[in-house]
Nanobody, 113 residues
Framework: QFDESGGGSVHPGESLSLSCTAS????????VGWYRQVPGDKREWIAR???????DYAASIKGRFTISRDVAKNTLFLQMNNLKPDDSSAYYC?????????WGLGTRVIVSS
């Protein structure tokens, strides 16, 4: 189970920092990532961090979002800068698929002027 937090309502161009704490020990050897989902759409992957701490991002957020983690605290982070209205979504964290752990409730981000 994951517990995501840090969402909120912001204006375009502003920033938010999301956190995700896992109830189980993830370990550095597990690649984990952030996903987002708008109601009615499929959940999409947006960022990942691998066992060697390399990262990868979806084109839609590359250069604006940064993923990081604290392995000792089982916590994953997503720094989101220069937010756009299209970033409005519920954000979730999980391991990288195709096999996932139980999903958390997510944290909602609203970007609106």
């Amino acid at each position: 189970q994951f517990d995501e937090s840090g969402g909120g309502s912001v204006h375009p161009g502003e920033s938010l920092s999301l956190s995700c704490t896992a109830s189980r020990t993830l370990g550095r050897d597990i690649s984990v990532g952030w996903y987002r989902q708008v109601p009615g759409d499929k959940r999409e992957w947006i960022a990942r961090i691998n066992s060697d701490d390399s990262t990868d991002y979806a084109a839609s957020i590359k250069g604006r979002f940064t993923i990081s983690r604290d392995v000792a605290k089982n916590t994953l982070f997503l720094q989101m800068n220069n937010l756009k209205p299209d970033d409005s979504s519920a954000y979730y964290c999980n391991r990288i698929g195709p096999i996932y752990f139980n999903w958390g409730l997510g944290t909602r981000v609203i970007v609106s002027s």
